[in-house]
């Protein structure tokens, strides 16, 4: 046995190519004669590792293969054993000829190539003639006169362009050599010199070789720079440090530039990316005609990229180099430079704080001041760069210096825009016990700054949902200063905690500020409102609060400044549970547009939470399913204190599709994460739903027990039964089946409540009609609710409703047709469990509907598995008995144990322990 030959790496990111080589070796073998494909290709770029997979395909394909590699001094003997080994060959033999490096070959060579190809042009020969031209336009001359000669009586065809890897393809080329997927940093340093396949794998297997890149949790990334360089910031700050090979790779590539490029990119990176133009040139000192060559040799060279108005760098690992190619003392005398140029320009402040944040000396009032002016432009559009910049400031300052405290707060409020909540409420933290235990040279300054500090700090705590706590604080900034006006923030703040928190003083404040508009913000008044709107949806005056809060949405527009909470969020809220869906749907999309201009922020996640119920409503699961990983995902950050209506939803849905374990588990970690008292706006939804799972495990009873707890208080079964349009006759279903009266009455007296307050309301109208045809087993009157209602399910259970009465008057006929209605409803709405519970009823009265799609499955595995198989294994591996899983599904322990016998032959096991070791 000859020495293992390792198999070569998967070829990336030509999938082009290679169908274009099949296609041809197709064309060979149909039509009998010869065909040449040209490779033209950079060195480096891949093009003898494509021959090689070509040469494979081939081979696999049934061709005959010659592959030979030209070197100068016998280019005339690899043609010669070409055409010796052609010539041996039987003629029907299909072949294919890959010949690498043509631009080594001399003339003669490729003359006889020429008479070669020509001569077999009747055979089935596929030609694969790859050439790198390197720069060299004389030493490529022979070969392309060669394939000129050729065109025209033998089909030439080139292959398509070998280019740089973008995208998935460069990442499965980083993981081939790096052992996992890359981290986004590591990827960012592939991406910087992948001029080239050949130099991305010299400079990862460089860094493995160097100890710089580790894989954990199944991704590859670079291993921490050593401790003490500078902070990599966002915007214009300092790029993440580079490891030493790719620095020396990159410095070796730069070398070749000519030396008013080499410098003209060194003072762009100490300016920044991106960076204007008219900056450059004042840096150089040269008219803005200067600039032109050194600009377009970076940007040929992929260095540069230009925009409309600006330059900037195409890679930030790039610049960090050029960056580190100044010499700091020389560094520190060019942003000084670049921040009095940038000072002179009326919008350059911003860019002049990030180039003095690094050399400005500790207590230096004016770049403190310019620092902070910089920060706090930068507030609304790059709230990270803000972050970034007012935490470097801070440092600057001398404790217990107003300017810190205010440096402070500007990050605490870019932290909180950013969504970093946690940080926001540690810096404040920090600074307030940092300042009130150092003696402060004027503690009236230093009381307003502390006060609107510790309103910042109440407004991240309410986000994060920490109500109490964010009350604390609020409470404790308008306390502040005598004298002065209290920080919109810890007005609106205080309010907002109060109301979450059950505080009754909360309207009666909020009264007050709206009967003397002229002595608060737009802000306040707005704040106001909303929780004033608050207050009156908590008493039932459903109409007035939505009135109410499309006031303060109104005013909000005028006001034009952006809300720590904005009114359209509890507007949608409202809207969706009114089903008042167009309206809702509106609100949600100018949100989304506001929150469009912020990627990234605590904003940008809230447009998913808000659709999330209002798809729900709107019978469309899947689409709110796919909203809560919009608002809740990974890829950015997300409101806690809205965090709960995203796992409610998500129990929700589960219910709906019969999947009750999975709701039980999202109402946990609803409990666990995001505990709730009976102030909270999500306790009645929570409550609700968790009498809902105890009706899908245990029946009416149990769910009749848990509404009777919320029963005993009015205010708390208001807020329930407003949760949902077909709430309330769910609580009037569940109280008749478990013969409690008392808890029919108050659900219906609740209800007539609402309506007497609410004539404008049309779900509140439905609601009520509904639940009292109920409780009066009155069918006419359900068609009146069926009209009323406009929620998609709460018209199914309104005809699963009226069949019940109709089969007790005797009417077959007319319950089977509102059986079926309610059958369809409820499936078209993702309510599985609901629509197997109507079939089951049809069934009992001899009325069988099919309710199965065909649907081609492999033979064994859990692929193979029906929709119903399903979930008799979930909820046998979830350990019920197959009586309890007749009694989930709505069929018979009979058809449980049939199920189960086919899902142990699909699944290959023999017992319940097995399945639910395979489920798990």
């Known amino acids: ?213 580790g894989v954990a949790d199944g991704t590859s990334r670079l291993r921490p720079g050593p401790p003490g ?89 790039v610049r960090r180099v050029l960056l580190d190619s100044v010499p700091p003392p020389v560094c520190v005398l060019l942003r000084r430079q670049a921040a009095r140029i940038l000072l002179a320009r009326p919008d350059g402040i911003e860019r002049a704080a990030l180039q003095l944040v690094h050399v400005a000396r500790t207590g230096n009032v004016e770049a403190l001041r310019v620092i902070a002016e910089g920060a706090g432009r930068l507030l609304a559009a790059d709230p990270s760069t803000a972050a970034w910049l007012a935490v470097r400031g801070r440092e600057l300052a001398v404790p217990g210096r107003p300017e810190r405290v205010r440096l402070a707060r500007t990050a605490v409020e870019a932290y909180t825009r950013a969504g970093e909540l946690d940080r926001a409420v540690a810096l404040s933290e920090e600074t307030i016990e940092e300042t009130t235990r150092l003696p402060a040279p004027s503690p009236s300054a230093l009381a307003g700054d502390l006060a609107a500090l510790r309103a910042s700090m109440a407004a991240a705590l309410l986000l994060r949902g920490e109500t109490r706590t964010a009350r604390r604080a609020a409470h404790e900034a308008l306390a502040g200063p005598a004298g002065g006006s209290p920080p919109p923030e810890a007005v609106i703040t205080h309010l907002a905690a109060s109301y979450l928190t059950g505080d009754s003083t909360a309207d009666e404040r909020a009264r007050r500020i709206l009967d003397a508009p002229d002595r608060h913000p737009s802000a306040v008044r707005v704040g106001a409102l909303t929780f004033r709107a608050c207050g009156e949806w908590r008493e039932g005056r459903v109409g007035d609060s939505v009135g109410t809060l499309r006031g303060a949405v109104a005013l909000d527009r005028e006001g034009g400044s952006a809300q720590l909470l904005d009114p359209r969020w509890f507007l949608a809220f409202a809207l969706t549970r009114t089903d008042e ?68 939803v998500l129990a929700s849905v589960a219910l709906r599709r019969g999947a009750t374990d999975r709701a039980e588990d999202h109402l946990r970690t609803l409990e666990k994460d995001f505990p709730q008292d009976a102030a909270s706006p999500w306790w009645a939804a929570r409550r609700l739903l968790n ?131 309610a059958m369809a409803g409820y499936g078209a709405l993702g309510g599985e469990r609901d629509a197997a519970r109507v079939r089951a009823r049809l069934r009992r009265l001899g009325v069988r509907r099919r309710h199965w799609t065909h649907a081609k499955r492999p033979d064994s595995g859990w692929e193979s598995l029906t929709k119903t198989e399903r979930k008799v294994a979930e909820l046998v591996a979830g350990g019920l008995t197959n009586q309890q899983a007749a009694h989930h599904l709505f069929i018979s322990p009979h058809t449980v144990g049939f199920h189960l016998r086919q899902i142990y032959r699909k699944l290959g096991i023999r017992s319940r322990m097995a399945l639910t070791r395979f489920t798990a």
């Open 1 to 213: 046995m000859g020495p293992h030959v390792p198999p070569l790496p998967q070829v990336r990111g030509r999938e082009q190519q290679l169908a274009q080589l099949t296609a041809n070796l197709r064309t060979v073998a149909s039509t009998r004669r010869s065909k040449v494909l040209v490779v033209e290709a950079a060195p480096g770029s891949g093009k003898t590792r494509l021959l090689a997979e070509a040469v494979s395909l081939a081979g696999r394909n049934g061709f005959a293969v010659v592959e030979e590699r030209f070197h100068h001094p016998s280019a005339s003997a690899t043609i010669e054993a070409a055409r010796a080994w052609l010539r041996d060959d039987a003629e029907d033999i299909r072949a294919v000829v890959a010949l690498d490096d043509l631009h080594l070959a001399d003339s003669a060579a490729l003359t006889a190539l020429c008479d070669l190809v020509v001569a077999l042009g009747g055979r089935p020969v596929l030609w694969l003639l790859a050439f790198s031209p390197d720069g060299d336009a004389a030493a490529c001359g022979p070969v392309k006169s060669c394939l000129g000669r050729l065109r025209g009586r033998i089909p030439v065809e080139p292959v398509r362009e070998l280019g740089p890897l973008a995208g998935d393809a460069l990442a499965q080329l980083v993981a081939d050599h790096a052992g996992a997927v890359p981290a986004p940093a590591l990827l960012a340093l592939a991406e910087s010199v992948n001029g080239t396949p050949r130099a991305v794998i010299e400079l990862v297997r460089g860094l493995v070789e160097d100890g710089d890149i």
């Open 581 to 648: 869906y167009e309206e809702a749907a509106s609100v949600i999309r100018c949100a989304a547009r506001a929150a469009a201009s912020e990627p990234g922020t605590l904003a940008a996640a809230v447009p998913g939470l808000l659709l999330a119920p209002l798809h729900l409503a709107q019978g469309r699961p899947d689409e709110a399913e796919a909203a809560v990983r919009d608002g809740t995902g990974a890829d950015g950050p997300y409101p806690p204190m809205l965090a709960p209506q995203a796992w409610l």
């Open 229 to 317: 360089g500078v902070p990599a910031a966002p915007g214009g700050g300092v790029p993440a440090p580079v490891p030493k090979r790719f620095a020396a790779l990159i410095q070796k590539d730069l070398r070749s530039l000519s030396a008013p490029t080499m410098k003209a990119l060194r003072l762009a990176a100490v300016l920044g990316s991106p960076f204007a133009p008219e900056d450059l040139s004042a840096m150089l000192g040269v008219a803005p005609v200067g600039l032109l060559a050194a600009v377009d040799e970076a940007v040929c060279r992929g260095l540069l990229v230009c925009g409309e108005h600006d330059i900037a760098f195409r890679s930030e690992p």
């Open 691 to 821: 009498a809902r799972v105890a009706e899908a495990r245990a029946g009416a009873g149990a769910a009749a027990r848990t509404l009777a707890e919320i029963g005993a208080d009015a205010g708390a079964l208001r807020e329930l039964v407003l949760e949902d349009p077909a709430a309330a006759a769910w609580c009037v279903r569940c109280a008749l089946a478990a013969e409690r009266p008392d808890l029919v009455a108050a659900v219906v007296d609740t209800t007539e409540y609402l309506r007497a307050r609410n004539q404008r309301v049309p779900s509140v109208l439905a609601s009520a009609a509904h639940a009292r045809a109920l409780a009066e087993s009155d069918p006419d009157a359900l068609v009146l609710a069926a009209r009323l209602h406009r929620n998609p399910w709460a018209r199914a259970a309104v005809a699963e409703d009226r069949a019940g009465l109709l089969l007790d008057r005797g009417d077959h006929e007319a319950a089977v047709a509102e059986l079926d209605r």
